[in-house]
């Protein structure tokens, strides 16, 4: 099987495509012929090792695939070859196949396809946790989402829409703010590139504050941080939820904690992974939510663009230089 290979910490240059043997599962494990894999920003992380798991080298980048199992490990009854998958892995995932254990294997419904199914689980489940566990969304609050034409932003604004939430979209382009809007984003605006000046910020702040008719936003959802994080956190009204997602700016930024005391809000970290594994029967319930969500056609992936698996540098580079307007995606065949 083909498959992307990081033999040393580095940008996407330092990744090579080789042919490796084929995969065969523990007792606990399935092996999925890939169809799909997508793209997603921990993926330009892991290859720096500037990611929260460094994985030994050799290793496959790619955390998100779809396809069908090719074998099962002697303890696996719940899945057969043959079965329309979904397999997460922290790495791995941009190669002909993946190894993976049974737990993180998801089924997948007939109307689905690899390339939808390959950029559903890891932003649609991580901001359905953050906005349903961490956030506590009742309907009728208002949600901000920064970078809300990225793949976790844009599965943010149709879950929030979807849980009865007012949505202002904030990107850094009117394109990227249209997208928003036409997946279901109620107001949105554009956010000056950082680094951000204080006169900036405070019209950050300000401008969110405007749009809630100077009540201040229940909840933000943050993937960007850096200069953005602050102001989005001033703009918040009493009784808020500001959601640490991720760090897409750059800089992890530090908060005056003062503003939390003034605000009555609260700041809440997000980590959809470990909340996968410590919570599982919570994330099983919320996935299934999720599928009976897309049945329904209340939520569907934004697929950016699609790159068979040799282009995979043209792929990280469209997450890199921010020009992807929901998932991008890689195909293995
Ligand atoms: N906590 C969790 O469990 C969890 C799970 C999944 C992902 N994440 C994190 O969430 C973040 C977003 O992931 P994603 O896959 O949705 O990424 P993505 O599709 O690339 O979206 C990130 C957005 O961040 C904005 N951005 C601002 N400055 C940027 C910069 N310098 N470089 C790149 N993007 C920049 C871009 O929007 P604008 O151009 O509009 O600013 C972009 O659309 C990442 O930090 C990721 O690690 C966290």
Known sequence: MRAIVSHAPGPVSTLTIEDLPDLHPGENEVVIDVKACGVNFPDLLIIEDKYQFKPERPFTPGNETAGIVREVGSAVTELQAGDRVIGMKTWGGFAGQLCTDVSSVFPIPDSMDFPTAAGFLLTYATSYHALKDRAHLQPGETVCVLGA??????????????????????????????????????????YPRAPLDKEQQKALSQQIKDLTKGRGVDVIYDPVGGDYAEPALRSMAWNGRYLVIGFASGPIPKIPLNLTLLKGCSI??????????????????????????????????RISAMYPLEDFATAMDDIAQRRATGKVILLTE
Do not use: P, Y
């Open 268 to 301: 809440v970290g997000v980590f959809w992974g470990a909340f996968s594994k410590i919570e599982s029967a919570k994330e099983q319930q919320n996935i299934r939510e999720l599928m009976d969500m897309f049945e329904a056609g209340k939520i569907k992936t």
């Open 149 to 190: 034409a990225g793949g976790v932003g844009l599965a943010t604004v149709e879950l929030a829409k979807a849980m009865g939430a007012t949505v202002i979209a904030a990107a850094s382009s009117d394109d990227k703010v249209a997208v928003a809007k036409e997946h279901g984003a109620d107001e949105g605006f554009v």
